[in-house]
């Protein structure tokens, strides 16, 4: 029989609210947090906005003369980890050479240190030659995120980074689970980071003609999951991370609990790079088998906690793959799209979700889905639409679509 697994402390750099106290209040209020790009000038770009995070300090984690080495992933998702690691009530400066060896860090992320060793070719070839990093391969590469949060804390166990496109983040939460249900390590440091709003990542995603250039006045209507008018989805930065433990573990040191990490599945439709299968039956399929591998029932789900990018592709056909797994009490669940508030922040998206559905657990309300103002009739689930709604959550889903065609589903359950 596997180990049961629990989440024992979340920390959270959203764009919509930096630390867990700000996110929960913004999410649960339905809090925009997209807003014209500040970091760079966007004017020559169709695209102005994005679920940027200006406020946050990166020289509050990373010291100014190494932050020219490294991504702005990584005070990202050290400031989250940070904050995970405190409210898991860890300390590591306490601990021995053999506890240090029994934590380990696995990280999900879709393009990683991409914007960084985007400016490492502009320098270059700029003529700035001299202004490029030492560093520049080491910190260009996406495995190296890992190591970089397991050297701030000394955590010695396994360090990996999961890079699946948009599911990145729920599959390291995923490959966590599956590691400590195995008796390999009693605690791991897992989530996701991404910074993917580099100007040419913007351009990028405009030649996919992917994003929304219709709310450059009114950047905090322009995330629209389920809305019959939306025109694509929002790019945004953010880090969410949380320590996984065994359950016996975390009670014998008297953790406090959020939920139980109890299922998950991943697949491939193995359709198209960006497209999706019209049917959503491999989505629904990874929810199927998340359920089953977590030994619930469909009927016992309270929540669930959707991907909802804001396109006309992903959106209906996420709304049939729920309405396949879930069956006809799908119209009956309360279901919402983080994105709405955020915007996608890309291979962290699953992390994301994973800390709003804690937050509808902890709180027993759902957040909402803002922007959802023209009716769709291939989205026709109960979005939670604008107003979050008071409901008991015991059992949720988090449900991922990504690049590649990716599909994967965690389930989380409350702990009584």
Request: charged share 20%; with cysteine.
């Amino acid at each position: 029989m596997s180990l049961r697994v629990v989440i024992t402390g979340m920390g959270v750099v959203s764009p919509n609210g930096i630390g867990n106290a700000a996110f929960r209040e913004a999410i649960l209020a339905g809090k925009s947090g997209v807003k014209r790009i500040t970091r760079w000038d966007p004017s020559f770009l169709p695209v102005h906005i994005a679920g940027e995070i200006p406020e946050f300090d990166e020289l509050a984690w990373v010291d100014a003369r190494e932050r020219k080495h490294v991504s702005r992933a990584v005070p990202m998702a050290v400031a989250a980890s940070t904050e995970a690691v405190r409210d898991a009530g860890l300390d590591p400066k306490t601990m021995s050479l053999e506890q240090q060896r029994e934590i380990g860090v696995v990280l999900g992320t879709g393009g990683g240190a991409q914007e960084f060793s985007e400016e490492q070719y502009r320098l270059w070839h700029s003529g700035h030659e001299k202004q490029v990093s030492l560093f520049c391969i080491p910190s260009g590469t996406m495995g190296t995120l890992s190591s970089e949060i397991a050297m701030r804390f000394g955590f010695r166990g396994f360090s990996h980074v999961v890079t699946t496109n948009c599911t990145s983040s729920l599959d390291a939460m995923g490959h966590s689970l599956q590691h400590i249900q195995e008796g390999r390590l009693p605690m791991l440091l897992t989530g996701g980071v991404d910074v993917p709003l580099s100007p040419a990542s913007v351009k990028g995603y405009t030649l996919l003609r992917a994003l929304t250039t219709a709310w450059n006045d009114q950047p905090e209507r322009g995330s629209r999951p389920f809305s019959g008018d939306r025109s694509g989805f929002v790019l945004a930065e953010g880090s969410w991370m949380f320590i996984l433990e065994e359950l016996e573990h975390a009670k014998a040191r008297g953790a406090k609990i959020y939920a139980e990490v109890a299922g998950y599945a991943s697949n491939c439709e193995a359709f198209h790079r960006v497209g999706l299968e019209k049917s959503g039956e491999e989505p629904a399929r990874a929810i199927t088998d998340a359920l089953a591998d977590a030994g619930v029932a469909a009927d016992s789900i309270d929540y669930v906690n959707l991907h909802g990018t804001s396109t006309a592709m992903n959106d209906p056909v996420e709304t049939r793959a729920v309405k396949l797994a879930l069956g006809e009490r799908a119209m009956k669940i309360p279901t919402s799209a983080l994105k709405s508030q955020i915007g996608h922040p890309q291979g962290a998206s699953g992390a994301a979700g994973v800390a709003a559905t804690l937050v509808a657990m902890q709180e027993g309300q759902i957040p909402p889905t803002i922007n959802l103002e023209v009716t769709d009739p291939e989205c026709d689930l109960d979005y939670t639409p604008d107003v979050g709604r008071k409901a008991q959550v015991e059992h949720a889903l988090v449900n991922c679509i990504g690049f590649g065609s990716k599909n994967s589903t965690l389930v989380l359950k409350k702990i009584s």
